[in-house]
């Protein structure tokens, strides 16, 4: 690929990479854990120099460089970071965003017990709302948003149960049976709000 790439930029214009090139190349790049961003940085530059439609970059492209976000065990806090500017850099390209995209960008955010992670999903959500856009979530989506609702300022706690209760209904529409886990920690956030204390 760097062969193609230098290759391209010398003159050979008929040699000009598409977004499924660069798309295995980020993605063997992310299995390497080896210049993934650097390698995604360069085929948003060359899109936003050209805006050429062969180059722009799908879902499928910003999900690998999340993955390799995802797999990273330590600056937890980074990862969430630049996971959030990752998907502010998609919406502004007007990618869709899919499920993939929306669990990787929270399970980033609420690993490692973010204590900003309610407010950030939170945002998430009005922005995806802002652009139309809808990913269908799935049990992962939910259950992370459960986590989610675990970083929240005392000021926050009153919408933070609201939002794990709502969330509970959604586990139960897709899933009725659910481990006595779930059902105990629904139990609590139940009593929170009848008490007007967080759980």
């Known amino acids: 690929f760097r062969h193609l790439m230098t ?12 977004c499924e090139t ?7 790049c992310a299995a390497m854990d080896k210049n993934v961003e650097k390698a995604f940085q360069e085929m948003i ?15 499928e492209v910003f999900n690998a460089v999340l993955l390799s976000f ?19 850099q998609m919406l502004d390209l007007g990618v869709e965003p899919d499920t993939k995209t929306l ?15 309610f407010v950030m999903v939170t945002k998430i959500f009005e922005r995806l709302k802002e652009c139309g856009y ?8 939910l259950h992370y948003i459960l986590d989610a609702c675990g970083g929240y300022a005392t000021t926050e706690s009153e919408i933070a149960l609201k939002k794990c209760l709502s969330t509970f209904r959604e586990i139960r529409e897709k899933k009725p049976c659910w481990s006595q886990h779930l059902w105990d920690f629904e139990q609590s956030c ?10």
């Open 45 to 59: 530059s060359l899109y936003t120099s050209t805006r050429k439609e062969a180059l722009k970059p799908t879902a």
């Open 22 to 28: 660069f798309t295995g190349y980020i993605r063997a």
């Open 134 to 141: 809808h990913p269908e979530r799935d049990s992962y989506t």
């Open 7 to 18: 290759l391209y930029h010398s003159g050979y214009s008929n040699l000009e990479p598409d």
């Open 103 to 117: 669990n990787f960008v929270l399970h980033n955010l609420t690993r490692g017990n973010n204590k900003y992670s």
């Open 190 to 199: 139940l009593a929170a709000v009848d008490q007007g204390a967080c759980c």
């Open 70 to 88: 995802s797999r990273k065990s330590v600056r937890t806090f980074h990862a969430g970071n630049e996971s959030m500017k990752l998907l502010k």
